[in-house]
């Protein structure tokens, strides 16, 4: 097992990009050859090169283009002329376009990684790929995994082919990061107040405005802390800051817009709150906050808790339920031993959702390689 092939044809910069390449640089570093096909331009294609990956450039793969046979037969001819060992694919567009030319070139192992909380359609060609031509299937959670396959007849997927692989966090970034900024002093936070953090894009996936609404509830019962708004700005931060002033609670949150200094934020905040209404698998934020050592309030969101352990390490909310989202907010708060569900966080964390981890689970669950 040498050369890996990442197949990506998105244009965007997102969660899957980025552990495409953070995968294929450590991947790299442990003496695999990384072959990358991409759409010409995008950022994943650009950072590719940077990083020394073989990238060539390809068109878009939608939904048809596995009924192509011109580019069927592109890839079954790039397959064999570079000695591809695994090919990873994500997107249900590229698993059936790369499932089909991988099997045709004798691939050894084709993986299809799924990380959206959705089922499969049981259509004919998705029962046919997923018995007879992919080799593995990754999930990154169980709750990922069982909603993948909800609808696909049993025995059609041999369970030997379901891997289990988290995303994993480097550990060394989180548990004494660089304190880059002093936020209490950049954001004028008293030395009395929590600190609160959210971290997410601000858009309707993330739902901040369930956090927003719980607020003058919490209020009523404690009034020393301030809640950051930690992502980028996504449209919504107008309508997020006309909320707070119906609501009379401008005074107590911030938006900081985008920061690259997320592991600094953690190691100065008091708790995580997470009011998602879906999550596709395990949310890099989730990992990061466990790794830093912090406690969780977060809503179910669909995956979240497989991460969040109700009383273990954090507390569950129900989804879209402000009052819900507000109690466990005062749990929290009032939990005198909140330290020791942030050092169970820590705990789990590094049991479980190491970058290192990961990178030997692929290793040994979906190379069958033995690792010293």
Excluded at 24 to 32: E, F, H, M, P
Excluded at 216 to 243: A, D, R, T
Aim: proline residues 3%.
């Amino acid at each position: 097992m040498k050369n890996i092939l990442i197949i990506n044809t998105g244009t965007g910069w997102g969660g899957l990009e980025a552990w495409f390449y953070k995968t294929a640089a450590a991947l790299q570093k442990r003496n695999y050859t990384i072959f990358i096909l991409a759409q010409s331009d995008s950022e994943f294609y650009n950072k590719s090169i940077e990083q020394g990956f073989n990238v060539t450039g390809i068109e878009h793969i939608g939904d048809g283009t596995f009924l192509n046979p011109f580019r069927i037969h592109f890839l079954v001819n790039y397959l064999k002329n570079n000695s591809i060992d695994a090919m990873f694919l994500a997107q249900s567009s590229h698993f059936k376009y790369g499932s089909i030319a991988g099997k045709i070139a004798g691939t050894e192992k084709i993986i299809y990684r799924r990380a959206i909380a959705k089922p499969i359609k049981n259509k004919f060609y998705n029962r046919l790929f997923l018995k007879y031509f992919i080799t593995d299937f990754m999930s990154i959670s169980k709750i990922t995994r069982d909603m993948n396959l909800k609808d696909i007849p049993e025995g059609v997927l041999d369970k030997s082919k379901q891997k289990l692989v988290y995303k994993g966090v480097k550990k060394d970034n989180f548990l004494n990061p660089e304190l880059k900024s002093d936020i209490r002093r950049e954001y004028k936070i008293k030395d009395n107040e929590l600190i609160l953090v959210n971290i997410g894009r601000l858009c309707r996936q993330k739902a901040q405005q369930y956090l927003i609404e719980a607020l003058p509830k919490i209020l009523k019962k404690h009034q020393n802390f301030k809640v950051l708004f930690v992502g980028k700005l996504g449209g919504k931060e107008n309508e997020y800051l006309e909320l707070a002033k119906e609501l009379g609670i401008e005074d107590k949150i911030i938006f900081t817009g985008f920061r690259n200094d997320i592991p600094s934020i953690l190691k100065q905040a008091d708790f995580m709150v997470h009011t998602a209404i879906y999550e596709g698998g395990s949310p890099w934020v989730i990992l990061e906050a466990m790794m830093a050592g912090l406690p969780i309030v977060s809503t179910e969101a669909i995956t979240i808790p497989e991460f969040v352990q109700d009383g273990v390490n954090g507390y569950i909310a129900e989804n879209k339920n402000p009052d819900d989202i507000a109690a466990k907010v005062i749990k929290m708060i009032e939990n005198k031993e909140r330290a020791k569900l942030g050092q169970e966080s820590a705990k789990i964390a590094a049991d479980k959702y190491t970058f290192k981890k990961m990178i030997d689970n692929i290793e040994e669950k979906i190379f069958e390689q033995k690792l010293n």
